[in-house]
């Protein structure tokens, strides 16, 4: 009877710890959260672009043409080095690197939730002073060994909106990572249509200083006939020289673009020297680009997204800080062995074990709480106008894009027109001079425009293709290229 009254008396102790742990689940479960939920803020934008109707043709052109947009410019080694940029870019994976980061530390704000649970050991050996019983003292030793464990109960939910300033924190760095994949792409775009656009006018001056030395040639045989005086040849002479010195610089332009593409994929300067020394055509794409409504930006651009969570983390924190306005509930307890004889110290008979709640209230700290809530206010503050100022510049930067590319249209087939024009102003020229029908000054009027038109026409070539590249990178392409698990 004995036994059995001892197994019901423990079957009712561990019924009434059931209990209470149940209850105490039911408290954190209904348990407020203190401070204010977080809610997206409300942007009107405008229904329409303020730059010119955009080119689009949807029934082509998908989301996923968006999200790997350089594809578009049907260049196989611009998608070869946006590729390489994306694997090996150091931005990219520091970027990387802070996700795994947030990811820890969102680990670390979860952790509040559950109990901290401690392992001890100890041995003490000690001496009292004398006393009436015991005239030399008393010399004893203690051991002890056992567990001890406290937990937090998250009543007013500051562990809580620790978590969810945790969560928004971690969307706050993948975002962040997504807009550096938006401006790397771009940067290596914009790098890669530069080289093309450099040697493509070294090309330019490089005919045209062949074509000025043959007529510099050629006026010297006239001037040593009679029929042309020294100063045609020394303008001739003089025109040649001015386009020779327009070369070093241009060459060292192309192999600086090379220089960048290179740190751009994460390899020393001259990594792609041999690869990208060969001249080709300045990439292009078609205009049509699906810029669709102002709102798309929202869900579009990962700098828009980026700024929205920084409000959602600030919110949170509000939260965190009011909490500690509140009292702070937690149960503690301890059990183990504790005896003075080492033989005997984990014998049954020397178990020991205390269990219990306890409650502190911070009543006063000189207003440090308060002024914790006001700051974490005041940063909230700032995330929203962030938030609204980062719209704005992003459909400035889509409309500066629209404008650009249409009128930089206008630009190139002006300039074509140009260098149509010059051309057969070249020929005429040479042609009459040759007859004695016009003088010279003519013919080298003629040339300059002709190579200044066509030194135009590619660089306008090159900023039509750059304009595209900033219109994507402006609407938010380039970012869904690549996912971190």
Same mark, same amino acid.
């Given at each position: 009877?004995?036994?059995?009254?001892?197994?019901?008396? @423990?079957?009712?102790?561990?019924?009434?710890?059931? &209990?209470?742990?149940?209850?105490?689940?039911?408290?954190?479960?209904?348990?407020?959260?203190?401070?204010?939920?977080?809610?997206?803020?409300?942007?009107?934008?405008?229904?329409?672009?303020?730059?010119?109707?955009?080119? &689009?043709?949807?029934?082509?052109?998908?989301?996923?043409?968006?999200?790997?947009?350089?594809?578009?410019?049907?260049?196989?080694?611009?998608?070869?080095?946006?590729?390489?940029?994306?694997?090996?870019?150091?931005?990219?994976?520091?970027?990387? %690197?802070?996700?795994?980061?947030?990811?820890?530390?969102?680990?670390? *704000?979860?952790?509040?939730? +559950?109990?901290?649970?401690?392992?001890? &050991? &100890?041995?003490?050996?000690?001496?009292?002073?004398?006393? $009436?019983?015991?005239?030399?003292?008393?010399?004893?030793?203690?051991?002890?060994?056992?567990?001890?464990?406290?937990?937090?109960?998250?009543?007013?939910?500051?562990?809580?909106?620790?978590?969810? $300033?945790?969560?928004?924190?971690?969307?706050?760095?993948?975002?962040?990572?997504?807009?550096?994949?938006?401006?790397?792409?771009?940067?290596?775009?914009?790098?890669?249509?530069?080289?093309?656009?450099?040697?493509?006018?070294?090309?330019?001056?490089?005919?045209?200083?062949?074509?000025?030395? =043959?007529?510099?040639?050629?006026? =010297?045989?006239?001037?040593?006939?009679?029929?042309?005086?020294?100063?045609?040849?020394?303008?001739?002479? @003089?025109?040649?020289?001015?386009?020779?010195?327009?070369?070093?610089?241009?060459? %060292?332009?192309?192999?600086?673009?090379?220089?960048?593409?290179?740190?751009?994929?994460?390899?020393?300067?001259?990594?792609?020297?041999?690869?990208?020394?060969?001249? #080709?055509?300045?990439? @292009?794409?078609?205009?049509?680009?699906?810029?669709?409504?102002?709102?798309?930006?929202?869900?579009?651009?990962?700098?828009?997204?980026?700024?929205?969570?920084?409000? =959602?983390? %600030?919110?949170?924190?509000?939260?965190?800080?009011?909490?500690?306005?509140?009292?702070?509930?937690?149960?503690?307890?301890?059990?183990?062995?504790?005896?003075?004889?080492?033989?005997?110290?984990?014998?049954?008979?020397?178990?020991?074990?205390?269990?219990?709640?306890?409650?502190?209230?911070?009543?006063?700290?000189? +207003?440090? !709480?308060? *002024?914790?809530?006001?700051?974490?206010?005041?940063?909230?503050?700032? #995330?929203?106008?962030?938030?609204?100022?980062?719209?704005? /510049?992003?459909?400035?930067?889509?409309?500066?894009?629209?404008?650009?590319?249409?009128?930089?249209?206008?630009?190139?087939?002006?300039?074509?027109?140009?260098?149509?024009?010059?051309?057969?102003?070249?020929?005429?020229?040479?042609?009459?001079?040759?007859?004695?029908? /016009?003088?010279?000054?003519?013919?080298?009027?003629?040339?300059?425009?002709?190579?200044?038109?066509?030194?135009?026409?590619?660089?306008?070539?090159?900023?039509?293709?750059?304009?595209?590249?900033?219109?994507?990178? %402006?609407?938010?392409?380039?970012?869904? !290229?690549?996912?971190?698990?």
């Amino acid at each position: 009877m004995y036994t059995a009254l001892k197994m019901n008396l @423990a079957t009712l102790r561990l019924a009434k710890i059931c &209990s209470l742990v149940l209850l105490l689940c039911l408290i954190l479960i209904n348990g407020c959260a203190v401070g204010p939920d977080y809610k997206p803020i409300e942007t009107t934008l405008p229904s329409t672009w303020a730059g010119p109707a955009p080119k &689009s043709d949807t029934n082509t052109i998908t989301e996923k043409d968006i999200a790997c947009w350089w594809t578009a410019f049907n260049d196989p080694l611009l998608v070869s080095l946006v590729n390489r940029a994306i694997e090996s870019n150091l931005d990219i994976r520091q970027a990387e %690197a802070r996700i795994r980061q947030a990811r820890a530390a969102r680990g670390v *704000s979860l952790s509040g939730f +559950g109990p901290v649970l401690n392992a001890v &050991s &100890s041995y003490r050996r000690s001496h009292s002073p004398q006393s $009436a019983a015991a005239n030399d003292g008393i010399t004893s030793s203690q051991y002890q060994a056992g567990f001890d464990a406290a937990w937090e109960l998250d009543i007013f939910g500051g562990v809580r909106r620790s978590v969810e $300033a945790a969560d928004a924190d971690l969307n706050v760095v993948i975002e962040g990572r997504n807009d550096v994949l938006v401006t790397l792409a771009a940067e290596v775009a914009v790098n890669y249509i530069d080289l093309r656009a450099y040697q493509q006018r070294l090309n330019i001056a490089r005919n045209n200083l062949a074509a000025q030395k =043959h007529t510099a040639e050629l006026t =010297h045989k006239i001037v040593t006939a009679g029929f042309a005086n020294s100063l045609d040849a020394a303008n001739a002479d @003089a025109q040649a020289a001015t386009t020779a010195a327009q070369i070093p610089l241009l060459e %060292a332009s192309a192999e600086q673009s090379i220089y960048s593409l290179s740190l751009l994929i994460g390899r020393e300067p001259a990594a792609l020297l041999t690869e990208l020394k060969e001249s #080709s055509d300045i990439p @292009a794409a078609s205009p049509l680009v699906p810029v669709g409504v102002p709102s798309d930006l929202l869900r579009r651009r990962p700098d828009i997204r980026r700024a929205e969570a920084q409000i =959602h983390a %600030a919110t949170a924190r509000i939260g965190v800080a009011t909490a500690d306005l509140f009292p702070k509930f937690s149960i503690s307890g301890s059990a183990g062995f504790q005896n003075d004889e080492f033989n005997s110290w984990m014998d049954r008979v020397n178990r020991f074990w205390s269990f219990g709640p306890s409650v502190s209230w911070q009543i006063f700290n000189t +207003g440090k !709480t308060i *002024s914790n809530i006001e700051l974490q206010k005041a940063l909230q503050e700032q #995330s929203a106008i962030t938030y609204k100022q980062t719209i704005l /510049t992003a459909l400035k930067e889509v409309d500066n894009a629209l404008i650009a590319s249409t009128k930089e249209e206008e630009r190139k087939k002006a300039f074509s027109d140009a260098v149509a024009a010059n051309k057969k102003a070249v020929d005429l020229a040479k042609q009459l001079y040759i007859h004695g029908q /016009t003088d010279f000054l003519n013919v080298l009027l003629a040339q300059r425009s002709l190579y200044a038109s066509e030194d135009a026409l590619a660089q306008s070539t090159r900023t039509v293709s750059t304009n595209l590249v900033a219109l994507y990178k %402006a609407i938010g392409g380039g970012w869904g !290229t690549i996912i971190v698990e």
